[in-house]
Every structure is written in structure tokens, then in C-alpha cells.
């Protein structure tokens, strides 16, 4: 089936940087937009980045824009979130998604899914 | 970016109650608007995309409608297993935006 699982979760220090990775199995990875998006805990869903099927788009977040890199191995049907000057509001539970696409009442539509069951960073001292 | 609002925050509702959830964009967005279901604890889960379409294996109480800018979730006759978190979502332009969710609880 298909299934994509976080890792790289941890506690870290402010200012410091952390790697999380998304590996994905059931489906063809590289045709796929895949996406990050957070929670903070007992918060609402926050879009963090996606990063188009062949790597040559990538957007960001305001709140993370500089800071984080969004990247892809396809080879490894793994993407990847770098998290450089890591701060105490980054804290929450990072889940990434596949950007799925389909046609309905003649047009052509997106949603995300499936999700990963998330990984937790925690930015503290 | 698009702001996405959600009403209400919260509400409680009896289990065979209609419950009824909108959402608002801040300017039109086609219909590019889906809706997740979310428990503590578990990733968010699709329920409709495209605005009005069923993702496939959700039960069919769900409902939803609108296009533009109003959007609504309607949820015919809430099972015990539908007590949760929802969020509307609107992917017609990055960044995706969501919006604050809506909590609905057995009364």
C-alpha cells in the first residue's frame, strides 16, 4: 500500500540544525509534488514546502523561507527536510505528504495524501 | 497569500445531528478547497477534495459544496467515530493555506 514514514525527529538546541526524511514506498515517488506541513502541538495544520515531481521547483513558507531546504532523492524514493537556525517556534510535529492529483467536473484537481504518521522536533534548551 | 477562515471554532452535537461546517477564502479559489479530518494524535485524513468529491472510502454522511470563495461540510447524521478536529485547505496557489479548524465534540 502506499505508505510514507518520517524520521529525524528529535530534540535540539536553538540555532542548531536537524534533518528530517520521508521514505515512501507503494507508489512511483518520482512522479509525484511532495509536500511538508507542521503542527505545533495544540495548534492548527501549517504548510511548511513542497517540491515539484523533478526537483526543479521548490517553495517555501514565509516563516521558514531561508532557513529550510526542501530536497528529494528519487534513486532512495526519500525526500528530505533541512532545518537550519532552528527557534523554540518550529516546534511541532512535521508530517509530509504526497500531492495527489486528479480529474472531476472537467477540471483537474489536488489534495494531499496519504500523510505520514509524523515526526516531533522539539527546538529547546 | 489566500487566508482561509473556518466557522465555527468549535461545537458540540448529538450523534444523528446535522452538522454543518463553513469555510471562507479570502478571494476566489476555483474549487480548489478539500477537507481533512484529523483525531489526537493521527495524521490528518481526506475526506473531500475539488470541493465536493468523496475521497474514496469515506463514508457518504460527508458531504461538500461551494465554489469561489464559500465553501461548506456537512456532516448528515455524525457517527461516534466522526468526533474530531476538521480543516478546510485551499490548493489553488502556493503556499497551500489552511485553515484554523473546527472541533467538534459529542454534546
Known amino acids: 500500500q502506499e505508505q510514507l514514514v518520517e524520521s529525524g525527529g528529535g530534540v535540539v538546541q536553538p540555532g542548531r540544525s536537524l534533518r528530517l526524511s520521508c521514505a515512501a514506498s507503494g507508489f512511483t515517488f518520482s512522479s509525484y509534488a511532495m509536500h511538508w506541513v507542521r503542527q505545533a502541538p495544540g495548534k492548527g495544520l501549517e504548510w511548511v514546502a513542497v517540491?515539484?515531481?523533478?526537483?526543479?521547483?521548490?517553495y517555501y513558507a514565509d516563516s521558514v523561507k531561508g532557513r529550510f531546504t526542501i530536497s528529494r532523492d528519487d534513486s532512495k524514493n526519500t525526500l528530505y527536510l533541512q532545518m537550519n537556525s532552528l527557534r523554540p517556534e518550529d516546534t511541532a510535529v512535521y508530517y509530509c505528504?504526497?500531492?495527489?492529483?486528479?480529474?472531476?467536473?472537467?477540471?483537474?484537481?489536488?489534495?494531499?495524501?496519504?500523510w505520514g504518521q509524523g515526526t516531533l522536533v522539539t527546538v529547546s534548551s | 497569500d489566500i487566508q482561509m477562515t473556518q466557522s465555527p471554532s468549535s461545537l458540540s452535537a448529538s450523534v444523528g445531528d446535522r452538522v454543518t461546517i463553513t469555510c471562507r477564502a479570502s478571494q476566489s479559489i476555483n474549487s480548489y478547497l478539500n477537507w481533512y479530518q484529523q483525531k489526537p494524535g493521527k495524521a490528518p485524513k481526506v475526506l473531500i477534495y475539488a470541493a465536493s468529491t468523496l475521497q474514496s472510502g469515506v463514508p457518504s454522511r460527508f458531504s461538500g459544496s461551494g465554489s469561489g470563495t464559500d465553501f461548506t461540510l456537512t456532516i448528515s447524521s455524525p457517527q461516534p467515530e466522526d468526533f474530531a478536529t476538521y480543516y478546510c485547505?485551499?490548493?489553488?496557489?502556493?503556499?497551500?493555506?489552511f485553515g484554523p479548524g473546527t472541533k467538534v465534540d459529542i454534546k
Open positions: 485547505v485551499q490548493t489553488y496557489s502556493t503556499p497551500f493555506t
Open positions: 505528504a504526497r500531492e495527489s492529483i486528479g480529474a472531476t467536473r472537467g477540471g483537474t484537481y489536488n489534495w494531499l495524501d496519504p
Open positions: 517540491i515539484s515531481y523533478d526537483g526543479n521547483y521548490k
